[in-house]
C-alpha cells in the first residue's frame, strides 16, 4: 500500500474518531489500526523478535488506555506507535536517532507536504498521469459544481429548504481543523523521512571503540599527558568516595532520627532532599562517562581506577537503597502520591544506570553505549507504567491509613471513584457527592468513542 493512500486513510479515520470527540477508547482504535496498517505494509516485520515486542507495546498501552485514559496511557500510546512505525522503517535505527529524526520531522513536515513529487509517489515512468486524472476527473469538477451549487441554493427558496432538510450538524471550523490536525499527524506518521544527515549520525553513535581508538590513545586535553589524567581520575575518585562514604553515614543517621511528627512537618524539605541524591547519582555516572570516554579504558595499568570507579558505583548504589528506604518511610507515615510513585522510579532508572556503567567499564564500552541503554530503559518503564491504575492502587493503599487526604484522593486522582463510593458508604459523614457525578457522567454522558472501559464495566451505585 502507497504512502499517500495511507495518509488519506489514516486522515479519514482520524477525523471520523476525533471529530466532537474527547480522548478515550478512540486514541487506542487509532493506534490499532496505525499498527494493523504498518504490519500490512511489512508483513515480514513479525519475524523480528524485537518488532513483535515493539507491537506488543502498542497493543498493551491501547488496552490500557481504552481501559483508564490518563496522560502516561496517551503518552506510551503516542511513543510506542512512533517507535514501531520507525522501526519498520529502518530496524537499524538507534532509539535516541528515533527520537532525534521524530522531533526534526514535525517540524520538517510543513516543508515536505507541498514537495508532492516525494510523497506523492508517482510512477517516475508516467510521472504525473494519476494526479492529473483525480484532479481532472473529480477535485476539480468537484470544486466547481459545489460554487455553481452554493449560488443556486443561496438564489432560491425552494432549493434552500431542500438542501436544509439533508444539511449535516457540523461545526465547520472543529471540522476543518481537527481535518488538519488529522493530515499532519498521519504525514508525520507515515512519511517518516529519515535524511542522509540523521543515517551518518545515528553511524556515529557506536556502542563500541573501533580498533583505531582503541590503539591511537589520546588524552582528554591536548595539554594533559594520559598518565597524568589517569592520577588526575584517581585522586578525583578517591575524594568522591571518601565523601560519599561519609555523607551516606551522615544522611542515613540523620533520617533515622527523625519521628514521624518532623516528617509530617518537613515533608516537603525531605522530597526535595530525595530529589538531590538522585540528581547525585545521574552526576555520579556522568563522573564515569568523562574519565572513561576513550583512552583510560585501554591504558595499562589503570586497575586502581577501574576499582575506585566500580567502587563509586557500588557507594551510590547504597545511596539508591537508603533514599528508597527514606522514602518508603516517608509513604509509610504520609501515605502515596503520584510524586511518591515517581521517586521509586526514578530510583529504579538510577540501580539501571548504575549498572549499565559497571558494564561499561567492564566491557569497555563507548559512553553512547550507556546513553542507547538508558534510552530503552526509559522506553520501557513508559510501556510498564501504562498498564496499571495508579490512582486506584494509591487510593486503596491511603485509605487504611488514620489520617488520610480525602481531598487529594478525590481532586487530584481518577480510576478510583468505586473505591471511594465503598469508603462513602463506610463513612456517611464523609460522602462527596462529586465523586459519584464524576463516575455517573463518564458511565452514561460521554459517547462510546470518548468513553473509558473502566466506568462502563464498573457500577457506582
Known sequence: ?????????????????????????????????????????????????????????????????????????????????????????????????????????????????????????????????????????????????????????????????????????????????????????????????????????????????????????????????????????????ICLNLMLFAFIIIFNVEHFQTTTQQLSEFSSKIHGQINSLIGSIVLAMLVILFYFKGALNFIQNNNYLVFLSKTWLALNGILVLSATIQNTIYIDALGLTYKRLGVYLFLILCVVGLFYSYQKIKLQKTNFYLIDKMSWAVFYSIMGCALFNWGNMVTRYNLTKENVDLYYLENSLKGNEKLLLDFYRIHPSRYNNEVKERADHNKETVPFLSSQLYYKVNRFD
Not at 432560491?156 to 444539511?167: A, H
Not at 506518521?189 to 590503539?215: G, V
Open 1 to 237: 500500500m502507497k504512502k499517500q493512500v495511507l495518509i488519506f486513510i489514516s486522515t479519514i479515520l482520524f477525523i471520523a474518531v476525533f471529530y466532537e470527540q474527547e480522548v478515550g477508547i478512540n486514541l487506542s482504535f487509532f493506534a490499532l489500526v496505525l499498527l494493523g496498517l504498518n504490519i500490512y505494509q511489512k508483513p515480514g516485520i513479525l519475524k523480528d523478535k524485537k518488532a513483535i515486542v515493539l507491537a506488543l507495546c502498542v497493543i498493551f498501552s491501547s488496552l490500557s488506555n481504552a481501559w483508564l485514559f490518563t496522560f502516561t496511557t496517551f503518552i506510551a500510546v503516542i511513543i510506542s506507535s512512533f517507535v514501531f512505525r520507525y522501526y519498520t522503517v529502518d530496524p537499524k535505527l538507534k532509539l535516541f536517532s528515533q527520537a532525534l529524526i521524530n522531533v526534526s520531522n514535525w517540524f520538517a513536515a510543513v516543508v515536505q507536504v507541498f514537495q508532492v513529487d516525494d510523497w506523492f509517489e508517482y510512477d517516475k515512468e508516467k510521472p504525473k498521469t494519476k494526479f492529473l486524472k483525480i484532479f481532472s476527473y473529480l477535485i476539480l469538477p468537484f470544486l466547481i459544481l459545489s460554487i455553481f451549487f452554493a449560488i443556486y441554493v443561496a438564489s432560491s427558496d425552494m432549493l434552500s429548504n431542500w438542501y436544509n432538510q439533508f444539511e449535516l450538524d457540523i461545526d465547520i471550523v472543529i471540522f476543518i481543523v481537527v481535518a488538519i490536525l488529522g493530515f499532519y499527524f498521519s504525514f508525520v506518521f507515515w512519511n517518516a523521512k529519515i535524511y542522509d544527515t540523521f543515517k551518518d549520525l545515528d553511524d556515529s553513535f557506536r556502542l563500541n571503540f573501533n580498533h583505531q581508538e582503541k590503539e591511537q590513545l589520546k588524552p582528554t586535553f591536548g595539554f594533559l599527558e594520559i598518565d597524568f589524567e589517569k592520577i588526575s581520575g584517581i585522586i578525583t575518585l
